[in-house]
């Protein structure tokens, strides 16, 4: 199985889900320390954040809906959420 064979409502949930994480880190890094991030601390965050959200709140929903995601899925799943992620950091 990979991404393209996803619903397209899917895709979309789990590209909200990658995008409300880097909305929420970056509020949360902005309060804690009183400034942007770095690019590269962005660059490390997304990656790290979207691999938990792969392996985690990803591959529930998938479940949730009877689908078992295989380690590709959730490879091109960790790529989508780590865009993102990146994406919120932009806005």
């Not at 880190?25 to 590269?40: A, L």
């Not at 965050?45 to 792969?54: D, F």
């Amino acid at each position: 199985m990979t991404l393209d064979d996803l619903d397209d409502q899917i895709k979309t949930e789990l590209e909200q889900l990658g995008f409300d994480a880097g909305c929420a880190w970056i509020e949360e890094f902005r309060e804690e320390r009183g400034r942007d991030p770095e690019p590269e601390e962005c660059d490390e965050e997304a990656s790290r954040s979207a691999e938990k959200i792969a392996r985690g709140r990803a591959r529930q929903l998938l479940e949730r809906l009877g689908l078992r995601p295989d380690v590709v899925l959730i490879q091109e799943i960790e790529a989508v959420l780590s865009a993102q992620f990146s994406e919120a950091l932009e806005v």
